[in-house]
């Protein structure tokens, strides 16, 4: 079930090539619903921690809630995922070389999420097609990899 009612940024494999544009931007465009090369200013290194797309976020004059874990109730938002495996008991910061970002929105009882592997150039699909068949290829290409996974952070972006 694709979502097409969503923002999906149509320059994801542009900004890709061009910059090497990966999972947190192409969430931040989705979920801000801007083209991910113009975000390119916000992104200096080629991952993102919670820290820069925080910053990213103000730089484009949004006003967001940082939670641990996965908040309760309707959200628009980005979530920072852990994969789980033989890294768990690393430093943080080694942590992060095993995390994801999506974008979430959260109407009611359904749950839609971002994600730049969803289709040829990312997509919205719901929360069961993501584990289904995003996430559960994503965490069977990790080495040492449990199979499972967390949210650390979600930045709940407000209008």
């Known amino acids: 079930m694709s979502c097409p009612s969503l923002f999906t940024p149509a320059d994801l494999l542009e900004a890709h090539a ?30 993102t921690t919670p820290t820069v797309m925080q910053a990213a976020l103000v730089a484009n004059a949004r006003r967001f809630e940082v939670h641990q874990g996965f908040p309760a109730g309707d959200l628009l938002g980005l979530a920072f995922v852990q994969f789980r495996g033989t890294w768990d008991t690393a430093p943080e910061r080694a942590q992060y070389r095993h995390t994801h970002w999506v974008g979430l929105k959260r109407t009611g009882p359904a749950l839609v999420v971002y994600d730049v592997n969803a289709g040829d150039s990312g997509g919205w699909v719901s929360s069961e097609e993501w584990k289904a068949l995003v996430l559960a290829p994503l965490l069977a290409q990790k080495r040492g990899a449990s199979g499972l996974w967390r949210i650390r952070v979600t930045l709940e972006v407000h209008s």
Request: charged fraction near 5%.
């Open 18 to 47: 061009s910059w090497g544009a990966n999972c947190g931007p192409g969430a931040l465009a989705a979920v801000l619903g801007v083209p991910v090369m113009g975000l390119r200013p916000h992104f200096p290194k080629p991952w």
